[in-house]
């Protein structure tokens, strides 16, 4: 399995970016799709979770209501649109999959390279 993350750049807080995520090695409309961050000197963090059929999502506490992921599976595309973002969003994400929609990371068999998120105040 191979996951391609993208998206990442330098934006000021409040601005919107969109990362991707292609998967590639097995049937991805079978496996719940994650996104985790990790900031400098910090814990890897749950962000976002969906399942294979795109119908259920779960989110963490500091995203809720700004972040949404959505799953393509006819293009093998996971997606995190990240809105009113804030300095503290500032940190490398990563996409994973698994079989499970939880938030431990050790949920999740397959990890992405990540994409560094910079949010400018």
């Known amino acids: 399995v191979q996951l391609q993350a993208s998206g990442g750049g330098l934006v000021q807080a409040g601005a919107s970016l969109r990362l991707s995520c292609a998967a590639s090695?097995?049937?991805?409309?079978?496996?719940?799709m994650g996104w985790f961050r990790q900031a400098s000197g910090k814990e890897r963090e749950f962000v976002a979770a969906?399942?294979?059929?795109?119908?259920?999502?779960y989110y963490g506490n500091s995203v809720k209501g700004r972040f949404t992921i959505s799953r393509d599976n006819a293009k093998n595309t996971v997606y995190l649109q990240m809105n009113s973002l804030k300095p503290e969003d500032t940190a490398v994400y990563y996409c994973?999959?698994?079989?499970?929609?939880?938030?431990?990371?050790?949920?999740?068999?397959?990890w992405g390279q990540g994409t560094l998120v910079t949010v400018s105040s």
């Open positions: 994973a999959q698994g079989s499970y929609m939880r938030s431990n990371p050790e949920s999740y068999d397959y």
């Open positions: 090695g097995r049937t991805f409309s079978s496996y719940v």
């Open positions: 969906i399942r294979g059929s795109g119908i259920s999502t």
